[in-house]
């Protein structure tokens, strides 16, 4: 993540603001090991920083992201800004967004921007970035297998921290976070076809939660992760653990909008064709299948609970797993990259 500390803050530190300075040496101990960077937005000069004696021990690296600063006109990463909070929400109190006593987020419609206070900065920033998913053992694995297929390097435990949401009791999670931390929430749309009305009472729990946190919420555009598992890794994985038969490999024979939504740990069974809507999106293929006989006789079974575990093996056919969502992949890994 990009940090800019306010020039206020600077000057309050130069004129012997002991607590101030302490603040701002625990931000740039950060910055020297590499969890955030530094960019100066308003600061003229370093000379009378790297002078001083609370500061003179990170010289070079203050030296160094100044002279980034200066030749670099646009950031991949939104900024962070941390400052002095008392006067600042009276100057952008039309657009403010989010306000705690030290969190404000800002949008004029142009610029989404975030400032912190130097309080903030033991939860906000010393802590990695939270990914609170439902599932931390599933979760983690696919996350990491799509973040190293896209960027060939693993995620950065030092910057990231995956919590277990626990299904259902992931809402009660979210809402325990008092201080400020940097928060995504992952989680799957658990649509069972498209336009599945239960699911956007779902995600509309979620927004509402989110969106009083300040956390930043994704959802999967598929019922879960184990519906981005390709056909080629699942196919292997299946064989390799004997759960490839003439119940289960009906499943590959579906067509692939289909397979979005398809319960892979479970399957397809009588009971859940009750369901009108259901049973219209699987009609026509589950004929298509078994060659126009009864449909009943064309239910699919699923490859059980642990048929995640595929991820483990997802580097092997890394382009595969790449083209089943390369554009929502490349969108979450980039969200993670910025809140990083």
């Given at each position: ?50 002078e001083n004696d609370e500061f003179i ?82 979760d983690k694995l696919f996350f990491s ?152 006789n064309a239910l699919i079974e699923g ?38």
């Amino acid at each position: 993540m990009v940090i800019s500390i306010s020039n206020k803050l600077w000057q309050s530190a130069l004129n012997g603001d002991k607590s101030i300075a302490i603040g701002i040496r625990s931000i740039l101990s950060l910055i020297e090991t590499a969890q955030h960077s530094l960019h100066f937005e308003s600061v003229e000069s370093v000379d009378k920083i790297i002078e001083n004696d609370e500061f003179i021990s990170f010289k070079d690296v203050i030296r160094s992201y100044y002279t980034q600063s200066y030749y670099t006109s646009e950031l991949e990463s939104e900024i962070v800004r941390v400052t002095d909070m008392n006067s600042l929400k009276e100057t952008l109190d039309t657009y403010i967004e989010h306000y705690t006593d030290k969190l404000i987020e800002y949008n004029n419609g142009s610029e989404n921007m975030k400032f912190i206070s130097l309080d903030a900065v033991k939860t906000y920033l010393s802590e990695p970035l939270h990914i609170v998913v439902e599932n931390s053992n599933s979760d983690k694995l696919f996350f990491s297998m799509i973040y190293h297929a896209l960027h060939n390097k693993n995620l950065d435990n030092r910057k990231v921290k995956f919590v277990h949401g626990g299904g259902s009791e992931t809402p009660k999670i979210l809402s325990s976070y008092n201080e400020p931390h940097r928060v995504i929430c992952i989680i799957d749309s658990d649509k069972l076809y498209p336009n599945d009305p239960k699911s956007e009472e779902k995600i509309a729990e979620y927004f509402t939660i989110c969106n009083e946190f300040n956390h930043k919420l994704i959802v999967l555009e598929r019922r879960e992760i184990e519906n981005y598992i390709p056909d080629t890794l699942l196919k292997k994985w299946a064989i390799d653990n004997q759960k490839l038969n003439t119940k289960t490999s009906k499943y590959f024979d579906l067509p692939k909008e289909v397979k979005k939504f398809f319960d892979l740990k479970k399957g397809l069974c009588k009971k859940s064709l009750e369901c009108p809507n259901l049973s219209a999106f699987y009609n026509q293929c589950l004929v298509d299948i078994n060659d126009g006989e009864n449909v009943e006789n064309a239910l699919i079974e699923g490859f059980g609970r642990n048929v995640y575990t595929a991820f483990e093996n997802a580097l092997d056919f890394s382009e595969d797993l790449v083209e089943e969502a390369k554009a929502e992949f490349e969108f979450i890994t980039k969200i993670i990259d910025m809140y990083a």
